[in-house]
Every structure is written in structure tokens, then in C-alpha cells.
């Protein structure tokens, strides 16, 4: 399948729409982790909907000192990869022809959530972000647009935009693309050195080992919501030879655990690739609700986000993994 180039959003709202318009926003040096995208934009607007892939390099989204002029450009394999994935068109327009009278002097806030986490670190960064987004969501006019959730903080920041100000777009979010090697797929793994690459694993083996952990915490809670209370009912398990397999339940369940064991086991394999040679140097570690970017408490439940971000050499990664606390139910 071929993609067709379009550079003005008067040439895209010329093309004849008969199903579903799917969009799916990229800064472009596309890489596996958008094909997964535009394959599943493909099967969401179905045979009949069109695909539109934006590539646009945002200069709002970033700050001084960031790689703003180093980041890859490289539209003619942007195309082609699209293609392949499924698009339909390839919307690539100029800063002028997003910006045509320079940088907006109106911008979308994006309050106190955008300030946590990745906005503690870039400040600004998500105000230009959301900007672009209601740009390119009001110039390409989709049913539906297609996110990654590795930017968690980024599509849970653009599903309240919509929410909140009543744009009227489905927006789906589509899980982590990842290497071999755990490492999750971003246009800057190209930065890395092998020696920095090997760094770098450190953040998704950081997610798995607080993954592990919470998953071993809901299972043994689960096992001991089917210990009874009750004297009888003991001695009955202990007769079956059951009795230290809920003594070992009850007393994860009841003892320390919960999110800031989780974050421990995950700051346990940061803080060992803090001491490699080239060294982790972490921004942040957080455990937090997705609704708002907060830490989560001892007591929460549904899902949550487990975030990771540090720099290696030159280059920042960001990584995450969704949880679901409270997965077996209440324990009553």
C-alpha cells in the first residue's frame, strides 16, 4: 500500500471521506512502535476508513537545551513505512503552514497535571504539546486518534483535552511496543552507544521487577482471602499440610508491601545501573494514578501507572507499565 504525501491541510480536506478517519500523531523517524499504531488504526476504521499518519517535528514541545535540531528527520521513510502499515496519507505539514502567524499567542494549559512527573522536568513542555494536538486534531478531523502508551503522561494529559473541552474524538491508546531485549521502542534508542544501551535496560527491567512484585503481592492477597478465620477451619488446613501456605498469605497481606514495595523492587534495579559504567541517572520514579498523574496511596484501587524516566549519556528515556490493584477483589 502506498501512502499519499499531503503538506497542506487544504489538500487533506479535499480527499473524498466515505468511513471512519483514524489519525495517528507521530514526530516522524518511524520506527516499529508507530507501525503497531497504524496497523491498528487500519483495523479500527476498517476497509472502508482511511488512515492519516501526521509527521511534525512540534518546536513548542521543546525547551532550552533539548534536541529540537538533532532530532531525526526522515520523512521519505516515514512514508513508505506508513504505507506499508496500512496509511492511507501522510500528513506532513511545514511549522509555517501548523503556525501561520509565528508561535500562538493562545495555547492550551495543561494545569496542574501537566506539571508533575515529565512537566516537573520540561517545563512547558506539555502546554506546546496539547497545543499541536488540538491543532492537528481540528486539521485532520478524525473519528479516532491512535496514541502509545509509553508517553503514558502524554495520552492520559490528551484523553482529559478531549474530555474536558468537549472535542468529540474516541481516543485510544495502544500498549508499548518493545525490542528483544525489553528496551521499549523510541525514535531516540539510535543516541545510544552499546555500552549506553545496555544502561538503558535497566528501566524496563526496573518495571518488570515492580511488575513481579505486584503480582505476587495481589496473588498471595488472594490466597489469603481463602484462609478462613475461624479455629476449626485451621486445623482443618493444617491437617492437609496447608497451614504455612496461609500463614505465608496472611502475612504478606497483612505486613509491608503494597505500592511502596512495588516501587522498591523497581528502585532496587535503578539504583544498581546507577553505580554502571556509563551510569543511569534518574529524573523520577513514580507510582501514580492515571486520572491525574498522583501518587497512588496503600489503599488504592483500579489501575495505575508505574513510571520511569532517566538519562543515559546524552540521551532521555521515558518507560511504563500499567498495574491493576484490587485485581481479586476486596479484602473483607
Known amino acids: 500500500m502506498t501512502a499519499t504525501l499531503l503538506r497542506t491541510a487544504a489538500d487533506l480536506h479535499a480527499r473524498a471521506r466515505t468511513g471512519r478517519r483514524a489519525v495517528v500523531m507521530t514526530m516522524g523517524a518511524l520506527h516499529e512502535g508507530h507501525a503497531t499504531l497504524i496497523r491498528t488504526a487500519r483495523k479500527t476504521a476498517g476497509p472502508d476508513g482511511e488512515v492519516v499518519v501526521t509527521v511534525f517535528v512540534n518546536p513548542l514541545q521543546f525547551g532550552a537545551g533539548e534536541d529540537l535540531d538533532r532530532y531525526p528527520r526522515t520523512l521519505d521513510a516515514d512514508v513508505e513505512l506508513a504505507g506499508r502499515s496500512g496509511a ?14 509565528g508561535e500562538p499567542q493562545v495555547r492550551v494549559s495543561a494545569g496542574p497535571m501537566g506539571e508533575r512527573l515529565e512537566g516537573a522536568v520540561r ?7 496539547l497545543t499541536v ?7 485532520t478531523r478524525p473519528d479516532v486518534a491512535l ?4 508517553d503514558a ?7 482529559r483535552m478531549v474530555r474536558d473541552l468537549n472535542f468529540g474524538i474516541e481516543i485510544v491508546g495502544v500498549p508499548t511496543v518493545r525490542e528483544e531485549d525489553g528496551l521499549a521502542l523510541s525514535s531516540r534508542n539510535r543516541y545510544l552507544s552499546p555500552a549506553e544501551r545496555r544502561t538503558a535496560l535497566a528501566l524496563s527491567q526496573a518495571l518488570f521487577a515492580g511488575r513481579d512484585r505486584h503480582a505476587a503481592q495481589e496473588a498471595l492477597r488472594a490466597r489469603a482471602r481463602e484462609v478462613p478465620a475461624s479455629r476449626a477451619r485451621a486445623e482443618a488446613l493444617s491437617a492437609i499440610g496447608e497451614s ?5 498469605a496472611h502475612a504478606v ?6 505500592p511502596a514495595a512495588i516501587r522498591a523492587a523497581a528502585r532496587l534495579v535503578l539504583d544498581e545501573a546507577a553505580r554502571l559504567d556509563p551510569p543511569l541517572q534518574l529524573d523520577y520514579l513514580a507510582l501514580v494514578d492515571p486520572s491525574d498523574f498522583t501518587e497512588i496511596g ?6 495505575a501507572v508505574l513510571a520511569v524516566a532517566a538519562r543515559v549519556g546524552a540521551t532521555r528515556l521515558i518507560d511504563n507499565t500499567p498495574l491493576t490493584f484490587g485485581t481479586f477483589g476486596d479484602a473483607s
Open 133 to 139: 494536538v488540538a491543532k492537528l486534531l481540528h486539521l
Open 88 to 101: 492511507d496519507a501522510v500528513f506532513a505539514p511545514s511549522v509555517d503552514e501548523v503556525y501561520p502567524g
Open 123 to 129: 517545563p512547558g513542555h506539555f502546554d506546546g504539546m
Open 253 to 258: 497481606a497483612t505486613t509491608a508491601g503494597g
Open 244 to 248: 504455612r501456605a496461609a500463614a505465608d
Open 298 to 303: 496503600d489503599d488504592f484501587t483500579g489501575e
Open 153 to 159: 503522561q502524554q495520552l492520559a494529559l490528551i484523553r
Open 147 to 150: 496514541y502509545g502508551q509509553k
